[in-house]
């Protein structure tokens, strides 16, 4: 069975499925135009009917002051669209109902492609992002989508720069500590073995002055 990823995406978010569906009305045997229309529709989980929440078709969306993307179309020969070039792997975005990602590239086996950010609501062209597809495999997208919460460094547990950075001080610090304790104890032990040393020759010093006296007074 073929990977539906190529014209589909799903999300699930606050008890709502949103799915994003392109299609290719003009793509057929004879014409290869790659004009394309996206529709996301929506339902709630507990619920058994989608509806269409909108729709919009790349002749129709605004390219804006892009300009090095509408360069790279050939603006100078008419009105640049989206379809002068090959889009697929639609992506929803996770906080922004009004936002969805196409890949982009001007054809199947060019090494360059861009990543397209596109406002459903007014039918404009957001952002473009150029990136290198040589590893890529025509349109198969090798990447899964990830978002990182906004709420993140509020959430209970997590680290802030600030108290990450006073974690890894505070940590630091311990260490050192732990280091300077064990080089005085060291230290310490260092001295009593040197003491103990001192006494133990001053005794052997004392006895061998002892076995001496002894000594003469017997030769005596």
Not at 31 to 58: K, L, P
Request: aromatic share 14%; proline share 3%; hydrophobic share 40%.
């Amino acid at each position: 069975m073929l990977s539906l990823r190529p014209i589909r995406d799903v999300t699930y978010k606050n008890d709502c499925i949103r799915m994003i569906e392109v299609e290719f009305p003009d793509l057929d045997g004879i014409n290869t135009d790659f004009r394309w229309r996206a529709t996301v529709f929506e339902r709630m989980a507990y619920a058994n009917n989608w509806y269409m929440d909108c729709t919009v078709d790349s002749s129709m969306i605004f390219l804006g002051d892009h300009y090095t993307f509408c360069e790279m179309l050939g603006c100078n020969e008419k009105q640049p669209t989206l379809d002068m070039v090959v889009s697929s792997a639609p992506t929803l975005d996770m906080y922004n109902d009004n936002v969805f990602y196409m890949m982009s590239k001007r054809n199947a086996e060019d090494p360059n492609a861009w990543v397209l950010a596109i406002n459903t609501r007014d039918s404009t062209l957001e952002k473009v992002v150029p990136f290198s597809a040589e590893r890529m495999f025509y349109f198969d997208p090798s990447y899964q989508q990830c978002a990182f919460s906004k709420f993140l460094g509020r959430a209970a547990g997590a680290y802030t720069e600030k108290l990450w950075k006073e974690h890894i001080i505070k940590d630091y610090e311990t260490h050192l500590f732990s280091y300077v304790m064990s080089v005085l104890l060291a230290q310490h032990k260092f001295r009593q073995f040197e003491k103990e040393l001192r006494c133990e020759r001053l005794l052997e010093a004392i006895t061998m002055l002892r076995s001496c006296i002894v000594t003469t007074l017997d030769l005596e």
